[in-house]
Structure formats: structure tokens, C-alpha cells
């Protein structure tokens, strides 16, 4: 069975740029999670969508960052514009009915 | 909404030793998911606990979810370098049925050999 896909893997911007990743869930799998991990502290969940409607996005900080996950399948992630505190992993995930996560490779983005 | 506090925040052990983290939680849980992340790398599901009081075991690694179901903890006996990275715990939080995890901040094992 595939893993979940990310791409790209790593990201230089500068800040007030404009950035986007893209995930490919495991095949069937109707949860997708979008988090940011910055180094030293756990996944921060930012939008979770269940098919290809949002369950929560309390924590998508909406003034610069948007999700869209078209068909339920595939979801791109944009931060528009970047500040330097987005530097961070951004991490896909997805799972299956009994709600354990698989996780993609991540993203790494540094923003300067 | 959900917190969950996670300690210790790193340990150093020497290999062969054993190695315990702890997950507590202020609310009752339903449930608590265990992850694994290797330097470098993205979390890797463990285990999930339902049941209050439950324990489970995968080779040298013991989960215990608290009678109470306010806290878990995640033990290694007789650590080997392969073990290391950061243990995270997970926890649900959101109503009517929606699961929402929420991370802890995790256990960063260093195993010296």
C-alpha cells in the first residue's frame, strides 16, 4: 500500500512569498489532517477535512493560510504571505474510519 | 479546549536501561494514541488505548491508559539505540462524534550506547 505523498519535500521563500504543498492521501482513506511542526514541539493541527469538508480549522490562522481539498482526494495547503515564524515542517496525514493517522514525509519550509 | 502535558520533555538513558513517559490530561479521555518520530522522520502510529485500565505490549514497549482515563504512560524495557526519538501522545477533543486530535508535546529519548 502507498504511503501518504507530500511534495515538495523542502522550500526556501522569503518572507511576504507566497507558498504551496501538496498531499496525496493513502488511497480510501476520507480524513485528511494538515498540522505545522516546529522544531521541539508536537504536531499542531490546522485543518482537518472529512472528504472534502472542513471538521475543524480553529487553529488555521486565516488571515494568510488556506486549504483545499477538491474531489476529497488531494489537498494543497498555501501560506500567502509568509513571516518568518511559519518556518516549520508541515506534515499530511490521513486516516481511515478507526481514526489512527498515517503521515506523510512532510514539508520543511524555511522562510528567511 | 483538550490539553494534554507530556513529561518528561527529554531523558537520557544508557543503553539497556529502561525508559518511561508519561501522558497526563486534566479531562477524561476517550481514547489515547501513542506515535513515534525518529530524528529527522514523521510520526509513526504505535498503539491506541480505549479502555480504562488497559495495557497493551509490543515486544519491549508497555501502554497503560489510567483507571480514570486521565493519563497514560508509554514504558521501554531495556532500551537499544533503535528506540530513539520523540514519543508523542494524542488525544481527542471536539463533540458529537468528531475526533480532533491534539498532541502532546512529546518525550525525546537519547539512548547512549
Known amino acids: 500500500e502507498a504511503g501518504v505523498a507530500q511534495s515538495p519535500r523542502y522550500k526556501i521563500i522569503e518572507k511576504r512569498q507566497s507558498v504551496a504543498f501538496w498531499c496525496n492521501p493513502i488511497?480510501?482513506?476520507?480524513?485528511l489532517y494538515w498540522y505545522q511542526q516546529i522544531l521541539g514541539q508536537g504536531p499542531k493541527l490546522l485543518i482537518q477535512?472529512?472528504?472534502?469538508?472542513?471538521?475543524?480549522d480553529s487553529q488555521l490562522p486565516k488571515d494568510r493560510f488556506s486549504a483545499e481539498r477538491l474531489k476529497g482526494v488531494d489537498s494543497t495547503l498555501k501560506i500567502q504571505p509568509a513571516k518568518l515564524e511559519d518556518s516549520a515542517v508541515y506534515l499530511c496525514?490521513?486516516?481511515?474510519?478507526?481514526?489512527?493517522?498515517?503521515f506523510g514525509p512532510g514539508t520543511r519550509l524555511t522562510v528567511t | 479546549g483538550q490539553q494534554v502535558m507530556q513529561i518528561p520533555q527529554y531523558q537520557h538513558v544508557q543503553e539497556g536501561e529502561d525508559f518511561t513517559t508519561y501522558c497526563n490530561s486534566s479531562?477524561?479521555?476517550?481514547?489515547i494514541q501513542w506515535y513515534k518520530q525518529r530524528p529527522g522522520g514523521h510520526p509513526v502510529f504505535l498503539i491506541q488505548?480505549?479502555?480504562?485500565?488497559e495495557v497493551k505490549k509490543q515486544k519491549r514497549l508497555t501502554f497503560q491508559f489510567g483507571e480514570a482515563k486521565k493519563n497514560s504512560s508509554l514504558h521501554i524495557t531495556a532500551t537499544q539505540t533503535t528506540d530513539v526519538g520523540t514519543y508523542f501522545c494524542a488525544v481527542a477533543r471536539g463533540a458529537g462524534g468528531s475526533y480532533i486530535p491534539t498532541f502532546g508535546r512529546g518525550t525525546s529519548l537519547i539512548v547512549h550506547p
Open positions: 479531562t477524561t479521555l476517550s481514547n
Open positions: 488511497s480510501g482513506h476520507a480524513t
Open positions: 477535512f472529512q472528504n472534502n469538508g472542513v471538521v475543524d
Open positions: 488505548l480505549v479502555k480504562s485500565g
Open positions: 496525514a490521513s486516516s481511515p474510519r478507526v481514526r489512527e493517522q498515517y
